[in-house]
């Protein structure tokens, strides 16, 4: 009884916001797997769909790919990124168009987002993952309407991508992004996956693509729109200034903001208020 | 020499700039006049065009009317608004698509946006000034790529005018907007011109016409995207809130925003921040 | 092996995380509980120590109150308002001074700040509940040094406990309050403790109590600081400016937002970043 | 009588205020000279007094030195960085204290806040400048209520000024800060003062002066609260991040914003609302 009379207090709250929008359809968050040959297992993944996804059934949407960090998975966005009510609300504002975001698993059984030893989550990923989830959902599915963004171990994913695959996304946002592997994390060690990200995390090294990259690949790299955001008390600050100061040293635009804070779940919540506006932003150009 | 010397000084910035940014144009304002057979008279306006406007010069682009207050004219917006230093910041970081903004004179010889006894202003500015500046101009032209905004009067007149022409407008951004006289505001005066303005602010009060509004006269409110932006200390506080209200009950979309602050340029400038990427987004829907 | 060595690589970060700054204490939230008389049960509740209250031991500090909303209780604040997280971060920056937060739990058993038939939550707040926190840790305990907040039903608490003891608050925050029951919430319920509660709010109406206060009583709430955050779709937007209105028209002091959202976390946990510097601001005077 | 009426119109708008704000007085910028032995001529100052400074006439308040730019003088803060707009809204909204701002001429006939030969400015602020308008106004002029802040040229004295006097100022809030002469400064000049001020600044460098500091020099300067703001677009950004870096690897807390944006008056204007909060929020301590 007392449940059901909450329930209709609840109701009544609910029925006064639907005389304000009638029938409030809401963007959510589902999750997901995929079958993958080349991993020989399935993945989990997450993906928001927006409102309009469920109305409008005919329209297609860009999409924003969003990694999550070392330790992580699929979940970690919604879970504490609070990715559905943030994007909701800025949507309904009229800040950002509506768009999809997937969200993969690269770190359940392994970690890292680049080719390893045994597990080549890289060629996963643009082989079979990026490809299925543009079947399979109402996803525009070009470059210009296509973005990535991720944060630490996310964030080097994020750049690195975009870097050896420019001519796939309009736009890349990266939050206390691991674009190389810093002094501190050198130490040796006898994990052999852990032996495998730092390997990778060295051979994919985002300074190094930036510095090294002939004028030909500066070109590609400019059609691509950056976006670096690191906290000011972030153990990876340095790694994120050195790539910063190499992009401006190559004439590569690239935006740069430090904010308040370190390698934390309030940086990488707040960023996702700057990230969806400036990614729709640059969608459709 | 010593002028010289310094110009020196300043041209090794700019020669730095440059070498990060080849060739640095930048959106700039102009002054300019258009002769009007209405007003019987040459009326001034200030119009900022973007950057690539020089650069690219077949490209048309989206454009914001916005509108001065009572006792300003058509430089306010740039002296004290610096609405050029706000739009080239706001374009370069890519948060807003550049557009071109137009910024009439309704303070000079006269006040006020609306048709009174010998000075029909809002006749002019839909039948003279939008389309020759429309022509003047490389501007889209069309209700998807057109938007206003204002302050105070020019609140009110950008609230106005999108009610009886919501075919023209994608987007109206009202600042601390004279939505309707306020009780303190209806005194008697005894000079012809501030009677004039007094009873159009009446006759064209945008809370009555929201609340007159039939099905189809909602309807049509409903296919533009509206934002009322007012100081919790501004003496149009409640004018802008029964406007508010009266959307809402309406079952009109319109976003609220109260931020700390009077009636005074701290606000405006401020809320350009705001308003250039919302119009932005909504360009092109 | 395998955790041992993820470990070794969370230390080499803490390590390097420590280099900067040696030794780093962290504020955090315990769980405790307290016994109350009144209410004839032991009372759950989370406080918020932060980091010097562990380094410097003699220190006294300042004090939040921060309440729940219906159906809600003393971990919320923790769970999703991540108040840790925040508080923490605001305090390193130097934006505010560190204060102690105080979360009780008014939602278990019964819901409600008031007092009401067989619950007299109000009474054991003031008599019980203020006055033990205050002496089992080291709390300033003065007028001065004391605020309230809180989201919903807590903040129509913070509201109208400051009213009626505004010889004891410095400030209080008011988040999405529920300042008097709307009309909509006005249905009949057969829930006992539901109909409890809404007659206690009706009767505590934050507005009337503005709106009745004589000379003395306005005097009184002047010497409270006050602060009103509420979303532009916020089903108790209504109250919330009637409450605004009555405040000015009283000529007491008080700020006002309407930030972009409902009513949700997302608003909650971005208003601390508002509500820790501007309590803060208000201590010791 | 046009304008009498129109004045009656202000006129009531501002009884309007009144009767929200009685007795509104509002705090302003004056301009006043001072005479210098040292400098031997009479030296212009801006100062901004806080509205309680004229009613509440026996307190004493916190001070902030603020510096203007190179090309610059005491004028440019109140007529480009609005600064008396700024400081009213943010006292009046609580979220900073009331303070005295004074704002010293270092651009008029020489440029520079460092001794050069026959134009000892340095000695002039503080034998002569700090100690007079400490004296003619009512300042508490201790250290713990006196903070310094200041944009580029400015924002370099700034540093150095609080570098060599760790004792007297409890806050630095550099803006865009000429922290050390950058590489694309260094060209010969024949400008005999031009050559002074590259000097001085070269021999004033604030990110050697944070290198070479003994542990005694380390521990005066964690006595002082940084703060280092700078665009991402700004030319003085590496020295800027190179300072940032020197103090996190002394282990001496600094806070670092990277905002969007160059070196315009558009970013110092934006930072007065973070800076006025943030050295409040040090005063008293």
């Known amino acids: 009884m007392k449940h059901l009379l909450l329930l209709s207090f609840s109701l009544l709250m609910t029925l006064h916001l639907s005389a304000q929008h009638p029938y409030p359809p809401v963007g959510k968050v589902q999750m997901q797997k995929l079958n993958s040959t080349i991993l020989n297992t399935e993945r989990d993944y ?3 769909l927006p409102k309009s996804y469920t109305t409008d059934t005919l329209r297609q949407f860009p999409v ?3 990694l999550h960090g070392l330790y992580g998975n699929h979940k970690d966005w919604s879970e504490r990124g609070h990715v559905a009510d943030v994007a909701n609300q800025v949507f309904d504002s009229g800040m ?3 768009m999809i975001i997937v ?3 690269a770190g359940t059984d392994w970690y890292g987002y680049f080719n390893m030893k045994g597990w080549e989550y ?4 643009f082989e079979e993952f990026m490809p299925a989830i543009e079947k399979r959902f109402r996803i525009k599915g070009d470059k210009a309407h296509r973005a990535i963004a991720g944060l630490s171990m996310g964030g080097g994913g994020t750049t690195a991508y975009a870097q050896k695959h420019p001519d796939l996304f309009a736009s890349a946002y990266a939050m206390s992004a691991l674009m190389a592997l810093p002094e501190f994390g050198r130490a040796p060690s006898t994990d052999f996956k852990m032996q495998e990200l730092n390997q990778s995390v060295t051979a994919n090294s985002c300074i190094d693509h930036v510095i090294k990259a002939d004028e030909a690949g500066k070109a590609a790299l400019r059609s691509v729109r950056w976006f670096v955001d690191c ?4 153990f990876l600050f340095d790694v994120n200034l050195d790539f910063y100061r190499a992009m401006i040293k190559a004439h590569i635009p690239c935006q740069l903001r430090v904010r308040d804070g370190g390698h934390t779940w309030e940086y990488w919540h707040s960023a996702l208020y700057l990230a969806l506006p400036w990614v729709s932003n640059g969608f459709g150009k």
Chains 1, 2, 3, 4 share one sequence.
């Open 122 to 125: 890289e060629r996963f990923f």
């Open 231 to 234: 906290g000011d008390d972030d």
């Open 96 to 98: 950002a168009d509506e």
């Open 103 to 105: 969200m993969p698993d």
């Open 64 to 66: 924003l790919y969003l």
């Open 46 to 48: 997450a993906i928001y």
